[in-house]
């Protein structure tokens, strides 16, 4: 058993290293699908393409950390992608939100400078609220990140990421009822290394990179990124004032200090800061058809009830710029933080020992045009600060141990509060209203998991988790609290047929955590989510290595889904947390890799998912098409909201069929060395709000690149790239708002239009 799950390839030597370092640093180097893993005690473990120069064409191994040590990816009996940093850059993947380009089980809408993600058809809207976490969770250098800032999670000396499918809500410290992703930086190496990126695009974009390592002493390595973006030109502009939307900055800076005094010991010391600011992902427009309390307009008759009139789309504006606004009020969304690292890990003898502690620190300003028309009806400035500490502590087996285990204890403190919410504007007669609130959470664990041999080919996972979870709400003059406890589980059977084909079948609950709602307090928590999980899985590796297949079928049961919606009280607006009853995801996935030819390695995956609530008595309905959605006629009062079943409606965000197909091919000439990728992602139409009254459409994107390394200039790379070169118009958000009275209507924001550019790279 255990020579599958400790079999691992480690390619050396100068040819290799030279091209996976390379891969590495140049931004325009482009390989197939790969992914590169490290275990905190040994050199970097290889996945890499075939190695060219010496004529092999079959696929190499794979190597990651998705149970917490370095497996090889076809022996772990978890579903998981994983993406090494040159295959990222070759797909047009420059942050977390484009992992969905080339894995399509995964959609990541943004909103107002947070990414949302949605795995297998299980994600959190809610976690838009300040305070409620993503249930699918990102780690970045082991360290877990309570908000999904873009400002932190920009794709920048990344060496590998790990997309986890299914809960993993045994060895990941925090909600991680829907999958994680692992996000992986370089560490330094044992040589100095240097290499840099600029970039240029259309809408005047301009993108850099630099990234220094190099060795202090004989035990100790220093390396520093720094990266920065400025896209100074919107993709639209408001009709009310002429100012341009669709702009974002951002910057980011990390540096590691690692330590290995002996073989027995490593410490690894990371600090990072990051700071963003930009209006994409926030809203520009409303759909078609909305219709709200003409109260929202000065010209209404005063009283209530009002009659329901039609709010102004430029949908509805033959040949109107699907990238304008009507907005006369600039928004954005401003984060900056910082925070570190430290991680140790210690040789006992018997065992290795792990100690990871992290901190983080981030305020953010966001700025709201909730009417999002030229009238200064509802704006908004919601002022936030965001702090949290996490320890964790692991005990695990030694290498090639007959049992493989590990015990941990976790910890995290997260402390977020609004501080303050101003709204403002004609519909609070030219005065203000604030909102300050406060969640502060304690979380407690103790977990454990260990993998015994059945037989030679057998092998059964078993593994516990117990959680405590403390819960504090605050606003001026009350405060309230509530704690929750939950055991998660996992059991797993996998065995061998051969060596290069294996099958499990798993059942395990993951858990997401109760949060109040903080726009304002709530009088209490919502529940947690918990879900079950069942699945079978397939690896295999075929024709001499140089076929990849594996693929998976499962069912997730959904108790106490959390769904967020927008309310008005009193004319304010709100956030409002609540949950459904029950809700189920059953679907499957397959991907697949083939070493065609020398230097041409094709991919794709496929994900099919029928998600729906199977009990949801009061889910939140609003007005679209008149007033039909709500059974008035047209013209007659338009509630806000109003409350109603939805059981059997499909879940938010999940759409049933998504594929991703993409091509990467390496040519030595004459000239040089040319590398071309191109990929296609398909994602099929899917509901963004539980009424299931509006739709986004199924969406086509083609991304390409193309970049040459000369003969004589072999630490130069000169790059082309195009991403979205069909130029398809699309939303990345859809939300309903609520205004004064009544709804604000669906208000939609813009994805990417059609990009492109060009970069130069060098590395010495």
Known sequence: ????????????????????????????????????????????????????????????????????????????????????????QASGVSSVKDLAHVDPSLNIPQVVGVYL???????????????????????????????????????????????????????????????????????????????????????????????????????????????????????????????????????????????????????????????SKGDIGMVNDRHSGTYASSAMFPSAVPGYPFPAVKLPSLADVPGANFYDTRSNTPQFARAEGYGATLRIDQDLGFADGVSITGFRNTKELIRLDADITAQNLINGDLNSKDRQFTQEFQLKSKRGSDISWILGAYYLNSNVKYNPIILYGDAFGGGTAEIRSQQIVNSYSLFGQATVPIGAQTNFTGGLRYNIDDLKGREPGREDSEAFKKLTWKAVLDHHFTDDIMAYASVSRGYKSAAYKTFPLGKSPVLPEIIDAYELGLKTELFDRHVRLNGSLFWNDIKNPQVLSVISVGGIPQIDLSNAQKARVKGGEISIDVAAARGLTLRGALTYLDGKYLSFTNAPFYCLNGTTAVGLPEGVTCPAQTARGASGNRLPNVA?????????????????????????????????????????????????????????????????????????????????????????????????????????????
């Open 117 to 275: 993600p949605f795995l297998r058809g299980i994600g959190n809207p809610a976690a838009g609220n300040l305070g409620n976490e993503s249930s699918v969770p990102v780690y970045i250098d082991d360290m877990y990140y309570t908000r999904l800032s873009t400002a932190f999670l920009a794709i920048n000396s990344i060496e590998r990421v790990e997309v986890l499918k299914g809960p993993q809500g045994t060895l990941f410290g925090r909600n991680s009822s829907g999958g994680a992703i692992q996000m992986f930086t370089k560490d330094p190496g044992s040589k100095t290394e240097v290499s840099g990126t600029l970039g240029y695009a259309n809408y005047q974009r301009l993108s850099g990179q630099l990234y220094v390592s190099a060795p202090l002493t004989d035990t100790l390595g220093w390396n520093l990124s720094v990266a920065g973006t400025d896209q100074s030109k919107g993709w639209g502009k408001s009709l009310a004032d002429g100012h341009e939307i669709f702009k974002e900055k951002v910057a980011s800076v990390r540096s590691k200090l690692l330590w290995e005094p002996s073989d027995a010991t490593r410490v690894k010391l990371t600090g990072f800061y990051a700071y």
């Open 1 to 88: 058993m255990n020579n599958h799950n400790e079999t691992l390839r480690h390619l050396t030597g100068g040819a290799f290293a030279r091209k996976l370092s390379c891969a590495l640093l140049v931004c325009t180097g482009m390989t197939p699908l790969t992914a590169i893993a490290q275990d905190a005690t040994t050199p970097a473990a290889a996945a890499a393409p075939a190695d060219e120069a010496s004529g092999e064409t079959q696929l190499q191994d794979i190597v990651v950390t998705a149970q917490r040590r370095e497996q090889k990816l076809q022996d772990v009996p978890v579903a998981v992608t994983a993406f090494g940093a040159a295959a990222l």
């Open 656 to 764: 049933k069929v998504s594929f991703d197909l993409g091509a990467n091919y390496t040519v030595d000439t004459g000239v040089g060395k040319w590398v071309a990728d191109a990929s296609l992602s398909h994602t099929g139409r899917f509901a963004w709000n539980p009424d299931n009254y509006v739709f986004e459409k199924a969406v086509t994107l083609i991304n390409a690149s193309l970049s040459l390394t000369p003969d004589t200039l072999d630490w130069l790379t000169i790059g082309i790239w195009g991403k979205n070169l069909g130029g398809v118009e699309y939303y990345s958000i859809s939300q309903e708002s609520t205004g004064l009275l009544g709804t604000a209507g669906f208000q939609a924001g813009a994805a990417a239009p059609r990009t492109y550019g060009g970069t130069v790279s060098f590395k010495f």
